[in-house]
């Protein structure tokens, strides 16, 4: 794509964000005085409809294979390759995400995360991570999907699925909650500027180069869903990945 034209693309692309942006949450406000699970579960339909506007605005389009079983409330686990998976996985379902703490005091981004009433996670303090798997676990009995990514970290995709941390993991194990294995994948010609977005890169020279592309093709791959049925939490992690692992790149 010429140059000219890209710059101009960057540039529709991001009014559009930020009016798109500006519009949901003020749909939403109604709904931030609501207390209880009732206003947290109709935040997770707004985040939805937010993401699909986003990948909409982004030609981000999305192939699913498998089906979500219809069950109410379920872990999700998830390799990660990007930021864009937030909006890829957020665009096909109304799921509650758990971001790092330290994403709550990024200026006006934090914020507005904050308005979609995710569960933020400190994995320093015990106390704070004791509370974190409270939530998760009310999240999932509820009636919600609740999004892990257990590696820790976002990668390349090109090596595989890396181990996964244990500790989410927990939230399943009582009452025996589902959980939703999903290989995220995206689709990229040699020699175009990656996706993924991992180890030092920077964040905003990567949107920069993201916000020029015609489209991109994102593919999840929904597994069947593998149940606790009492393994302990290290053993039901080790398993999931195992799971996953085997299934991924075919």
């Known amino acids: 794509m010429p140059d000219v034209m890209a710059f101009f693309l960057r540039l529709y692309r991001i009014a559009a964000l930020l009016l798109w942006s500006v519009l949901v949450g003020l749909m939403s406000v109604p709904y931030q005085f609501t207390g209880g699970w009732n206003g947290i579960r109709h935040m997770s339909r707004f985040t ?17 294979s498998g089906e979500i079983p219809p069950v109410s409330g379920a872990l999700v686990v998830s390799n990660h390759l990007s930021y864009l998976d937030i909006v890829t996985h957020g665009s096909v379902l109304p799921v509650r995400y758990s971001p790092k703490s330290d994403i709550a005091k990024w200026p006006i981004l934090g914020w507005y995360i904050g308005l979609s009433r995710p569960i933020w996670t400190n994995r320093i303090s015990r106390l704070a991570s004791k509370k974190t798997l409270a939530e998760f676990a009310q999240t999932i009995k509820h009636g919600m999907y609740l999004i892990i990514y257990p590696e820790g970290t976002s990668t390349d995709g090109k090596n595989g699925i890396l181990p996964f941390k244990s500790t989410s993991f927990e939230a399943a194990i009582e009452g025996n909650m589902p959980i939703f294995p999903v290989l995220t994948s995206y689709k990229q010609s040699p020699g175009e500027p990656t996706v993924c977005w991992y180890g030092d890169m920077t964040l905003l020279p990567h949107v920069w180069q993201l916000l020029k592309f015609p ?36």
């Open 48 to 64: 939805h409809l937010w993401n699909r506007g986003v990948a909409k605005i982004v030609n981000l389009r999305v192939k699913m």
């Open 215 to 250: 489209s991109i093709e994102a593919e999840l791959r929904f597994l069947p869903p593998v149940f606790p049925s009492g393994r302990p939490r290290k053993e039901l992690a080790s398993f999931v990945h195992g799971v996953m692992a085997g299934e991924y790149g075919k």
